[in-house]
Nanobody, 115 residues
Framework: HVELVESGGGLVQPGGSLELSCEASISTFMLRYMAWFRQAPGKERELVASITTGHITDYLDTVKGRFTISKDNAKRTISLQMNSLRHEDTAVYYC?????????WGQGTQVTVSS
């Protein structure tokens, strides 16, 4: 079992920035695929950004150029730097990890973009 603990959510004004972090209970080097998902009220959960063991990244079209996902294997963490935040980025953000057929989710952290 892998535990994922998110931190860094909060309230921010439009145009502002936040950085989310997710700490894993095992080495992130072992977790071949890690990602951030989000779920807004009344909407389905969607993939925001992902990163592989080889640090290959992918992003939801609406966050490209604004969000950056990164991984620090020494700290067992992945991060999501979010810039130029918009009202529509408001959601609960979840950390996700997959290894083979096993997958794990964090508990989620709320991000609210509001003036």
């Amino acid at each position: 079992h892998v535990e994922l603990v998110e931190s860094g959510g909060g309230l921010v004004q439009p145009g502002g920035s936040l950085e989310l972090s997710c700490e894993a209970s095992i080495s992130t080097f072992m977790l071949r695929y890690m990602a951030w998902f989000r779920q807004a009220p009344g909407k389905e959960r969607e993939l925001v950004a992902s990163i592989t063991t080889g640090h290959i990244t992918d992003y939801l079209d609406t966050v490209k150029g604004r969000f950056t996902i990164s991984k620090d294997n020494a700290k067992r963490t992945i991060s999501l730097q979010m810039n130029s935040l918009r009202h529509e980025d408001t959601a609960v953000y979840y950390c996700y990890a997959r290894l083979g057929a096993d997958e794990w989710w964090g508990q989620g952290t709320q991000v609210t973009v509001s003036s």
